[in-house]
């Protein structure tokens, strides 16, 4: 099925954004050049934009940009993945989880006991929000560490896509890159999809 797109002139009105606002943010990085899409119409080309996606994103640099700078922002929406660590002090006096969750992680085999990268900061927040909201337990928290761990150092995580699965009340995780299909059996349940990208979108923030 095609993505819904919105004409330019539709964004600027429906936004309540200037045409100067709207490229000056295309400069910074914080709407991807890919998302203005040229088209023919009967009055000539046009410019048009995924609708759900530039709308979330407009809202979303709207409600932030007073508190911190484009630039920073520009880093937020970036998913690229720096080489800078973290300690378990910076991680937890920052809110990115609690202090029982980073030990639980490590437990878990989650780093090595030393300052934490930005892919396990990543695996560390997304496994912090699952069993915060109830969806996974311990035990199920071991067997995604694990997987991600595999997948972070085999494919990246950048734009990677997480499927959570139960059948027969036995839990397991697929890790798909941007452009993978998956298909799984009908007896298998997917009890979650979690696209990265919007993962680390979030932690960005919690590190600003």
Known sequence: MDE?????????????ISYGQLYRWKRKG????????????????????????????IERI???????????????????????TFTREEITARGV?????????TELGGGDGGPLSYNDMVVLYLI???????????EEAKTLTEILGQ????????GAQVILLRKLGVFTALVTSPAGKVIV???????????????IEELKLKLL
């Open 97 to 105: 989880v609690s202090p029982e969750i980073f030990d639980l992680y």
């Open 185 to 199: 059996d009908g007896g298998s349940k997917v009890i979650g999809k979690i696209t990265l990208s919007g993962v």
């Open 128 to 138: 912090g929000k699952l069993i915060a909201d109830g969806d996974i337990s311990r």
């Open 4 to 16: 819904e797109l919105i004409s330019k002139k539709e964004l600027l009105e429906t936004t309540g």
């Open 151 to 158: 997948a972070s150092s085999e494919m990246g995580l950048e």
């Open 62 to 84: 709207k409600d932030m940009k007073e508190d911190v700078s484009l630039d920073q922002l520009a880093d937020v929406f970036t998913p690229t993945l720096t080489s800078q």
């Open 30 to 57: 914080l709407i991807p050049e890919e998302w203005f899409i040229r088209k023919a119409t009967f009055t000539g080309q046009e410019t048009f934009f995924p609708k759900v996606k530039v709308l979330s994103r």
